[in-house]
């Protein structure tokens, strides 16, 4: 009898011993065959498992309580709903996300494509190196995926059997309170807020009730707009680049919400990017990033109007003006929810290394202060953001903003 037809947590020799097991459609080598955990991130447990003979997968395994916080746990059919998205995207964006070669509902495991030739897309970052066709990619990603699982393209009843399989309570609660709720008001008491900034962030987050006011309207957005099929925590840590290759994986937070969900969370994090390269002085990738985030904003709109001419089946979806009315509000969700990610990740509980590393004290706290008020900038000003220089006018705003508070 098998020791995986019962679910327990894998370690290293445990996932050798399953690989050999599940995946048969590979010839390994036994004698050689080698497993190491390489993931870090805060939910799973991530293995690649290889052999001399040029065999390898990776291996992701749902622990049932999170790796950043013992005291909350977490249902392990994330990997199922991960797994789902997985083959589902690879028919509508392939070669953006990686193969799926199984998944197992009994131990909460899949296995897929190796790209241990890829870097994390963060790390790469940190390293201020530069990925020209990154916007290219990421925004045929986005309407590729996005656009398509919408009322306007499919058979209404297939949307809402989809809405019905991906409901994702559990890691959707997680996006409310860390993303949504705590990070203006730590209720919880699990803020990480960086000394030097405490009273700029007890005065700009904390007691900013107008501020409040609209983060409210975006956290019932997110709760409520089933508009498309969604990533659910689409980042520069959820993305693997080589210079002629991009592909996003992880997408067990995936659910039915606001597409601006997603295209604002690679805004905020390239301009977590941008910061560190300003704290390092790297002028030519700080450039480079200022190119790409208009880049990505006008490529997402260029592509998502040709898609929506080209697939949309929903006759009231067709009339004259409803097109730009919709796109509309997918960009001003953009916008807000770029904000509420900017917040989170500078005083929330699951921050970003690309801050967290800016060695200088003062360095760091400016970086905060720019994330700060950009973030508040895009939140408290959302329906302005129509275009992709509205970013880097609202970034200069941030920059001039924070100097004065130096």
Same mark, same amino acid.
């Given at each position: ?75 392990? @059919? ?38 241990? @030739? ?11 190196? =530069? ?45 409310? @309170? ?36 609209? =983060? ?47 295209? &604002? ?55 004259? &003006? ?65 275009? &992709? ?18």
């Amino acid at each position: 009898m098998s020791r995986f037809n019962e679910y327990f947590l894998m370690k290293v020799n445990d996932v050798i011993e399953y690989v050999l097991e599940k995946v048969t459609a590979l010839d390994w080598d036994r004698g050689s065959i080698q497993a190491k955990e390489i993931g870090d991130g805060n939910l799973n447990y991530v293995f690649r498992v290889w052999d001399n003979t040029g065999n390898s997968v990776i291996v992701k395994h749902a622990g049932e309580t999170l790796r950043i916080s013992k005291e909350m746990t977490i249902s392990v @059919d994330r990997n199922r709903i991960e797994s789902e998205i997985l083959q589902l995207q690879n028919k509508l964006a392939p070669g953006l996300v990686p193969k799926l070669y199984m998944y197992d509902t009994v131990m909460s495991a899949s296995v897929m494509e190796d790209l241990s @030739d890829h870097e994390l897309m963060r790390y790469a970052l940190m390293k201020h190196q =530069v990925f020209p066709r990154f916007a290219e990619d990421i925004t045929t990603y986005m309407v590729d995926t996005l656009l398509p699982t919408t009322d306007i393209v499919m058979e209404h009843k297939e949307k809402k059997a989809l809405v019905k399989s991906f409901i994702n309570p559990e890691l959707c609660e997680i996006t409310e @309170d860390l993303v949504l709720n705590e990070p203006y008001n730590d209720m919880q008491g699990r803020n990480l807020v960086f000394p030097p900034n405490a009273d700029f962030v007890k005065r700009e987050l904390y007691e900013d009730k107008a501020l409040h006011q609209e =983060v409210a309207k975006l956290r019932f957005d997110f709760m409520n707009n089933a508009q498309a099929l969604l990533h659910g925590d689409l980042h520069t840590g959820s993305v693997f680049v080589k210079p002629d290759s991009t592909r996003v994986f992880d997408p067990e937070f995936a659910f039915y919400g606001p597409i601006g969900y997603d295209v &604002g969370n690679v805004i905020a994090n390239l301009i977590f990017a941008l910061n560190n390269g300003r704290a390092a002085g790297n002028d030519a990738f700080c450039d480079w990033v200022l190119e790409t985030i208009p880049q990505v904003v006008d490529l997402f709109k260029k592509k998502f109007l040709a898609a929506y001419d080209e697939h949309v089946t929903d006759p009231m979806a067709k009339t004259p &003006g409803f097109k730009e009315h919709y796109l509309n509000g997918i960009l001003a969700d953009t916008a807000g929810f770029t904000g509420t990610e900017l917040h989170r990740r500078i005083v929330g509980m699951a921050q970003v290394k690309d801050i967290t590393t800016i060695e200088d004290s003062e360095q760091r706290a400016m970086a905060e202060k720019i994330c700060i008020l950009c973030g508040k900038d895009c939140i408290l000003n959302r329906e302005a953001f129509q275009k &992709g220089s509205d970013y880097v006018d609202a970034l200069k705003r941030a920059e001039e903003a924070a100097q004065k508070e130096a």
